[in-house]
């Protein structure tokens, strides 16, 4: 069983859209919860972090974190065709790594 | 531009050949890492340095891959004998001491035929 959980999709919406995307994990030690953006044929690029349970926002884009239930949420609103692409969720437990899950596949349909 | 660099962008070579890939980080950062990430999959660890010294190597790291950061500065990866299987996007990204946020480079995908 893989540290970190992600499903790949695709998932594909209209633009407008509230977008949900999820990741699970298995390691309790995680401490810092990252979502990162990948555009096709580019590196990843930092979108938010988060370190305790709660919710974090940042204009269009809210982090949740349940530390309980080892579940994290990424949430788009009024969702653009400038945010398709490769969600990754990745997490540090204070050791020197990050720890990515697969990355779900993301399409905003004009 | 003061992100994280990394040359060449692209790499095609013959299987059997060795290469070698260069990352320069943002100037302040402390710590580089180097990671993989294969189609369709999220990156994988491979190494990191904190300055010049290589503190932790994945067991993805087979003595073919040898990772350096000479002056603490920049890194380079090299690969030798490469394999198909080693075909991917290599990323590196850098940090400070102690930072959960790491800063990413563009990545250099290779291809071995």
């Known amino acids: 069983q893989k540290e970190v959980e992600q499903d790949p999709g695709p998932l594909s919406v209209p633009e407008g859209a509230i977008v949900s995307l999820n990741c699970t994990y298995s390691?309790?030690?995680?401490?810092?919860f990252m979502w990162y953006r990948q555009y096709s044929r580019k590196g990843p690029e930092l979108l938010m972090y988060?370190?305790?349970?709660g919710n974090k926002e940042d204009g269009r884009f809210t982090a949740q974190v349940d530390k309980s239930s080892k579940y994290i949420s990424l949430f788009i609103r009024d969702s653009q065709p400038s945010d398709s692409a490769t969600y990754l969720c990745?997490?540090?437990?204070?050791?020197?790594?990050?720890?990515f899950g697969q990355g779900t596949r993301l399409t905003i349909n004009p | 531009d003061t992100g994280v660099s990394q040359n060449p962008r692209h790499k095609i070579t013959k299987r059997g050949q060795n290469v070698t890939f260069r990352c320069d980080p943002i100037?302040?950062?402390?710590?580089l890492y180097w990671y993989r990430q294969t189609l369709g999959q999220g990156p994988e660890f491979l190494t990191y340095?904190?300055?010049?010294?290589?503190?932790?190597k994945s067991r993805l790291l087979s003595d073919r891959f040898s990772a350096e950061r000479p002056k603490g500065s920049f890194s380079t990866l090299e690969i030798q004998r490469t394999e198909q299987g080693d075909s991917a996007m290599y990323l590196c990204a850098s940090s400070f001491v102690n930072q959960e946020t790491q800063y990413f480079g563009p990545g250099t995908r290779l291809l071995v035929l």
């Open positions: 100037s302040e950062h402390n710590r």
């Open positions: 988060t370190y305790s349970s």
């Open positions: 340095f904190q300055n010049e010294a290589q503190l932790e």
């Open positions: 990745a997490m540090w437990q204070g050791a020197q790594k990050l720890v």
């Open positions: 390691n309790s030690a995680f401490q810092y």
